[in-house]
């Protein structure tokens, strides 16, 4: 194919070299064939396709019961031994197999989560789904809630896990067939009770809440130190390094882009974040860290804001990523807050440095955080990077990613060199297309090892950042109640009209009943099969009375989905 672009500066329009050729083809036609075929040129789109998306909602659950004797697991899924717990064999050679951890106060690594190596590709379907065996009765379960033998004093749990596949959508937690009867006639209850009415409903107590670390249990408010470490690579900015994610307009903070970059899509959710602590309350410091590449053999790491309880502060320094980036890759400073650098992610950015120290972004945000952080508050180190991680050049050496987050996790007595003693430490990890590997070792809770896939965030879009930026700030505070009261009054909203629409995104402020479901700060769930996880505790308080003797409470429980795309989260029933 020509060269269109040479073919122009020769000064010849199209028709003009049309007229041409057909004056060289009459002159020499009886020299030889094809004189005509001196400029030629084909355009071709071949094999062109249509496929249909999918929309794939993936549910697992662990169920529990308390009938005085502690928790017990009732029923899971998967559950490949059929033993109540969740399960499923591993997939290497050894035929280990996981398991959920059972919550056991005496040992500080068992917390009941649902298995966080769930995902769109291991969930077996609901019609393989074993209810096990009421653990009071013995008899043979099924269906998902199927107790016979309800005393006052009992309690249970179930964690839904939520796993949208393929596509984002909103989704809707659902009651249907709800029934509360009398049941059996027994003469204790007729005494109190003499119409034998439905009382189980509006007797047992219920939450409904977003267990947001899928542990089966509610966590209120704990004081947090928080450090952000966050990558400063040309590659979250600039065209040429795969910084531009869409041609899509984005606003934050007020100011709108005409193209959508990994680093606004970072500050979209970090002031997320932060807004979200605000509005918690919430018992928090927070600082900023950052990273980048190589200066003269040195790092380019800082601090963007040191440790402060002042959120606004937090906010301002993480509003203008844009041109704070490019100030520290290509101003002649490198100082985040001196305006030098082009901010324009078209520029020509190839005198930028490459390589990104993320060890050594880790090693400032730890030092920020013993330094600074307060004594009996835990610490959180939420490291984001896109790229591919070097210890140094030449004669230097710095930490590598997994030896500065080994560091961060053990805390004193446990650091690697080069890496400074530092307070035990959670250390969160979000890979945004990069080096999942490295990330995803660096991962893990304090006090114990990486690859953790709790603390492990594998953002294959970098659309769903700030969803992800979401989840992990509605782990730091409260995890956030939908709804408490009766059984009963949980199941009539769960009944009414489409249910009860959930939230994508807790960081942002949506209220289940009292806002629109098309509200614009409901999101829908991201369709990267991300766990997200929903719980109905309930309890039949020890005071209540005879009138609630042989009732029984029958329900079905689901949840809908649909596309996010042409739909705004309003649902079937405003459609």
Known sequence: MEDKDNIDTIGLSRRSILAGLGAVGLASAGAGLGTTAYFNDTESFDGNTLTAGQLDLLVDWQQTYDFGEGRHFVSAHPDHDGDGEQSIAADNDAGQIRYSDFPDETDDDSNGANIPVLDCENIPPLSEAKFNIDPVTGEEMDKLVQLTDVKPGDSGEITFSLHLCDNPGYIWMQAGNVSDDGGTETEPELIVDPDNLGDLGD???????????????????????????????????????????????????????????????????????????????????????????????????????????????????????????????SGPTNDPNVNEGDPDPFSNASNIATGTYIGAGVDVAQEELTDSGRSGAEKRNIVLSDGESFNGSGGSSFASPEDAATSARLGPGGEIPPS??????????????????????????????????????????????????????????????????????????????????????????????????????????????????????????????????????GFDLGFYTEQARHNDGAGPQSA
């Not at 947090?224 to 990558?231: A, C, E, K, P, S």
Request: proline share 5%; hydrophobic share 35%.
């Open 203 to 329: 007797a047992i107590q219920a939450t409904l809440w977003y267990d947001e670390d899928c542990d089966n249990v509610y966590d209120g408010a704990e004081p947090v130190d928080i450090m952000l470490t966050l990558d400063f690579s040309g590659s979250m900015l600039y065209d040429q390094y795969g910084g531009v994610v869409s041609d899509d307009d984005i606003t934050v903070g007020g100011t709108t882009y005409s193209e959508t970059t990994k680093i606004d899509l970072v500050e979209l959710g970090t002031r997320q974040f932060v807004s979200y602590l605000q509005s918690q309350g919430s018992d928090v410091q927070v600082g900023v860290a950052y990273f980048d590449g190589d200066n003269d053999g040195n790092p380019r790491v800082g601090l963007l804001e040191p440790l402060t309880v002042a959120l606004d502060d937090v906010d301002a320094a993480l509003t203008g990523l844009r041109q704070k980036l490019a100030n520290v890759v």
């Open 420 to 553: 400074p003693p530092s307070v035990e430490t959670d250390v969160y990890t979000i890979n945004v297309d990069g080096s999942a590997a490295t990330l995803q070792a660096m991962a893990g809770p304090a006090g114990g090892s990486g690859g953790d896939p709790t603390f492990f965030n594998d953002v294959s879009d970098p659309l769903n950042i700030p969803s992800v930026f979401g989840n992990l700030a509605a782990q730091t505070g409260q995890e956030k109640v939908i709804m408490d009261g009766s059984l009963a009054d949980v199941l009539d909203a769960l009944e009414d009209g489409d249910g009860i629409p959930l939230d994508g995104n807790r960081s942002t402020p949506y209220d289940e009943f009292d806002d629109d479901p098309a509200d614009a700060n409901r999101e829908p769930f991201a369709g990267d099969g991300v766990m997200h996880c929903v719980a109905l505790e309930w309890e039949l308080p020890f005071d209540v009375g005879n009138e609630v003797q042989g009732d029984t409470l």
